[in-house]
């Protein structure tokens, strides 16, 4: 039985996944790990699905379960939407927050970048116009997402990359990956296109003067949807 919890701020469960890494294969039913961690089953379940809405463990039908690759994107994405569903400014909000991130980090993320992200990026970039200038027009969000995400990729902060990913579903959530003004998704594009350039001829600097000349372009996304 585990009597004394090592991490006294969490519950018995979140104790036990952070002190068994093996449990990343697969966990004990709830009956044993009833009697290892002490308390009753109906309490575990409880906090087990507080796992679960974190990201922490998933639940399959006849394989059992398993501990979860550490993600902060869950618990924020959580979070953000209740904040979005009281008030929709909130997303204003955290989207100032992505931009202090993404500004913060850039010139860490690009140095870490290796040859086949830099392939990576024009691919999406290659993507990207190919939906523009296509018949019919096609707003390459998907593309738009992926090619922020890979910059910042190769950064060894789950935390950084959490509030990252976090954004990009509550944008989709608040309705701007539907936004089909041409002009303003060419300015964004000729954006990228400056930011990958650069970063694929090692100018971070010029790179970073794009990002931050394109991301003030979402303050007028927000504003126009509102």
């Known amino acids: ?11 018995e469960f979140l104790s036990y996944l952070a002190s068994h890494p093996e449990a990343e294969n697969k966990l004990p039913p709830l009956k044993d790990l009833s009697r290892e961690l002490g308390i009753g089953v109906a309490a575990l379940r409880e906090q087990l699905e507080v796992a679960r809405s974190l990201g922490l463990v998933e639940v399959k039908p006849g394989t059992g379960m398993r501990r979860k690759p550490y993600s902060f994107a869950p618990a924020v994405l959580k979070s953000l939407d209740y904040a979005i569903a ?21 010139h860490e993320a690009v140095k870490l970048l290796a040859p086949e992200d830099h392939e990576t990026l024009k691919e999406l970039l290659a993507r990207a116009w190919e939906k523009l200038r296509g018949n019919p027009i096609e707003i390459p969000h998907p593309e738009h997402r992926e ?80």
């Open 147 to 226: 090619l922020h995400l890979a910059i910042y990729r190769r950064l060894e902060n789950p935390f950084v990359t959490g509030l990252l990913q976090s954004y990009w579903d509550a944008y989709e959530t608040v309705g701007l990956n539907f936004f089909t003004d041409y002009d303003y998704l060419t300015q964004v594009w000729t954006y990228h296109q400056q930011m990958v350039d650069s970063i694929c001829n090692n100018d971070v600097e010029a790179g970073y003067k794009a990002l931050t000349e394109h991301t003030d372009l979402i303050h007028q996304l927000i504003s126009s949807s509102e």
């Open 86 to 106: 009281l008030n929709k400014d909130h997303f204003i909000a955290f989207a100032d927050l992505r931009q202090h991130v993404e500004t913060a980090y850039w």
């Open 1 to 11: 039985m585990l009597r004394e919890r090592i991490f006294p701020n969490i519950s």
